[in-house]
């Protein structure tokens, strides 16, 4: 039940904020990107590579895909106003689990925050986040 509350408020959040957007800015909810290093994104886990992103307006869900493969659909945790120059995917380390946090689309004002991966596989030391900041391009380019 909790999780389709959460489900709930950030799909309507994120409706909320898109309709703001206008129709001009559509092309910030798709891009592709190149992971140089393997990331947890939600529940799927990526390897270096190129990868295309489309976001839904209506429900929020983002749909990572490799080639023509799916490779999931990722809810985010919560959803902002942020303008930053250029649209850019936001990845956090923590004790060497590498996983994206932010997904910034700057043409429209929206930042969508992601829950980093449970590094409780992994032997967690008292460390520093250390940040990366990848560039997404348009389709096209």
Known sequence: M???KHFLFASLALVLLLSCVGPANAQGLAGKFTLPY???WGKVT????D???RMERTNGLVYVESGRANLGMILPA????GYTA???ILVTQIANVKSV???RLGSSGVVLYFTPANPSNHKVVQTAETRYLITILP???
């Open 2 to 4: 909790k999780n389709l």
């Open 38 to 40: 393997a990331a947890h």
């Open 46 to 49: 990526l390897s270096p590579g």
């Open 51 to 53: 990868y295309r992103f």
């Open 78 to 81: 919560s959803v902002g106003r």
């Open 86 to 88: 250029g649209n850019s």
């Open 101 to 103: 946090r932010e997904l």
């Open 139 to 141: 389709f096209g380019e």
